[in-house]
Each structure stands twice: as C-alpha cells, then as structure tokens.
C-alpha cells in the first residue's frame, strides 16, 4: 500500500541546536514534500523535492532524497523555539493525491 | 502564508447529526482537496475538486460524507449522519495546479467533536 512515515515519533533538542528528521516510503514517488504543522494551525509546505532531485535547501532548512534507499531528511539548524511543530512528510506517488506520514513531533527547548 | 478560509473552527454534533463544514479556497486555485486528520495526526484523504468538478474520493465519502465546490460559492464538506468515529479535525487544502508537483496550501481546518 502507498505510505510515507517518519521514523520518529518525537524529538527533543535545545535551541540552537539541528536537528535532522528522517522519514521512508513504499514504491517509487514523484516528488516527497515535507510540511509542518504548528499547534492550531493547518500544515504549511517547507519543501518540495523531485524524484530526480537528491537535495534541496529553503533556509535553514535542508531535505534530501535518496530513491534507492526510498527515504528522505530534513534538517533543520540553528533551531529556535518557534520551530516546535508536527513535521511531516508527504509522498505524491503520480496521482495528484499526496500521502502524509504520521508525523514527527519536535520540541525545541529553551 | 495560507488563505485558506474554514469555517467554523469548531462543531459539536451528537450521534445521528448533521455536521457542515465550509472552507474558501485561496483566490486562483482551482483544485480543493479535503482531508481528516486524527488525534493520532494521521491523514486520510477524503475527497479533492477541479473546480467544481469531483477529481477522486474515498469509499466512505461516498456513503455518509457528501461534498461540493460550486462555482461562486464556498465549499462544503457534510456528514449526513455523525458518528463517534468522525471527530477529528478536517482541513481544506487548495491548489494553484493540479499534478505531481503541485503545492497544497491548507486552512486551520473544522475541529468536529461528535459527543
């Protein structure tokens, strides 16, 4: 069955600290997009990366493919509080649907 | 930031209810999808538009969950019947294009409680 899933329910780091969230998929994708999802709040894309692509940066934020191991990264350095959120990533598998992981929650501590 | 418009942000229905939600696409995007997304955080995609157009749905939106995006109106998610099952927290998400690589821009979403 189609599935995009992190591999860590949750994380702990201090701020300023990076971090690195990893997620792995079934079959081949298209693209693998990461969103976060803050308390109250919809998700909102960080990055979307392409199948033919093997890294991607937006910020301090920088996400990684590698289709032969069908898994991705996101890191995220020089942390900060507000970076507390629900990280998820999200497989298009060709079908204009997308399929969410369950999530990773990550808290950044003062 | 997403401009995405739902409403309302919260219902309480009890068992056997209706529950009606709306939700305003960002201004352009002709593609609307809705999803449920569960105290565990976990998605299931229910249904998504073309305009007003169903592009694909899931069983269960099709027995008990009705949906539409006519033109000029806001979308409209509905449970004819509510169940304990349904609660959770259901978001719109609009798109500027369809395809692989499209981007999906989601609204705070209709946390639903069914008592």
């Known amino acids: 069955s189609q599935l995009a899933e992190e591999n860590l329910w949750a994380l702990s780091v201090h701020e300023g600290e990076s971090v690195t969230v990893n997620c792995s998929y079934k079959t081949s994708i298209t693209a693998l997009q990461w969103y976060r999802q803050k308390s109250g709040e919809g998700p909102a894309q960080l990055i979307l990366i392409r199948s033919n692509e093997r890294e991607k940066r937006n910020g301090r934020l920088r996400a990684t493919l590698d289709t032969s191991s069908q898994s991705s990264s996101l890191s995220i350095t020089a942390t900060r509080c507000e970076d507390t959120a629900v990280y998820f990533c999200?497989?298009?598998?060709?079908?204009?649907?997308?399929?969410f992981g369950a999530g990773t929650k990550l808290t950044i501590k003062p | 930031n997403s401009k995405v418009i739902q409403t309302p942000r919260y219902l309480v229905k009890g068992q056997g209810q209706k529950a009606k939600m709306r939700c305003i696409p960002e201004?352009?995007?002709?593609?609307v999808f809705w999803y449920q997304q569960n105290k565990n955080n976990e998605f299931k995609f229910l249904i998504n538009?073309?305009?007003?157009?169903?592009?694909?749905q899931i069983d269960m939106t099709e027995k008990r969950f009705s949906a539409e995006c006519p033109s000029n109106s806001p979308c409209s998610l509905e449970i004819q019947s509510s169940e304990a099952g349904d609660s959770a927290l259901y978001l719109c998400?609009?798109?500027?294009?369809?395809?692989?690589?499209?981007?999906?821009?989601f609204g705070p979403g209709t946390r639903l409680t069914v008592l």
């Open positions: 201004k352009g995007h002709p593609v």
């Open positions: 998400a609009s798109s500027p294009s369809g395809g692989n690589y499209a981007e999906q821009f």
């Open positions: 999200a497989a298009n598998y060709g079908n204009e649907k997308i399929t």
């Open positions: 538009f073309q305009n007003q157009e169903v592009l694909q």
